[in-house]
């Protein structure tokens, strides 16, 4: 993180997270286990994680200005998300990261950041 204070301003803004987005739903959509939960058309998915993920990483609140409380275990209840669904969904996102090149450093924070809600998601075995 070095000299900077959030996650946001670390990988660059919103120009960066949308970088990081458009990396990871490719992977999302080759993926075995996750590929088959989400819509053919990932466009509208992909704009809404820019605008959490840009908030999640303490930047602007561009996701909840727009759609209100994320309640984001809940917005994934429909969806069956296994562990090994959690563990999947890491793995893309740190692919993603090392794609794009993002610093070792950086990228096993964020990757540590991630992982308390990808695992809080989880809602059943199998
Ligand atoms: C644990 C494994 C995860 C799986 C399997 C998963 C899967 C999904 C699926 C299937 C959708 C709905 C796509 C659609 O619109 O049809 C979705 C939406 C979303 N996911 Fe995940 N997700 C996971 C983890 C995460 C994590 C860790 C975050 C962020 C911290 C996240 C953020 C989002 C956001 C922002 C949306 C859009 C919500 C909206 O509709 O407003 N997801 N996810």
């Known amino acids: ?6 996650i946001y301003e670390a990988v660059g803004g919103t120009k960066g997270v949308e970088r990081i987005v ?3 739903y490719p992977k999302v ?27 999640f990483f303490g930047g602007p609140s561009l996701y909840s ?3 209100g409380h994320p309640m984001m275990r809940a917005r994934h209840m ?3 998300i296994t562990p090994e669904r959690a563990e999947a969904w890491l793995d893309c996102m740190n692919r993603a990261l090392m794609e794009i090149g993002m610093p070792d450093e950086l990228r096993l924070f964020i990757i540590e950041r991630l992982s308390g809600p990808a ?5 059943t075995d199998d």
Request: hydrophobic share 30%; net charge negative; glycine share 2%.
């Open 78 to 80: 429909p969806f069956p």
């Open 1 to 6: 993180m070095n000299n900077y204070s959030t």
């Open 119 to 123: 695992h809080h998601f989880v809602n």
């Open 22 to 24: 458009q990396s990871f």
């Open 65 to 67: 200005d727009q759609y």
């Open 29 to 55: 959509q080759e993926h075995p286990l996750l590929g088959p939960l989400f819509p053919s058309d990932i466009t509208p998915v992909m704009e809404k994680q820019t605008l959490f993920l840009s908030q």
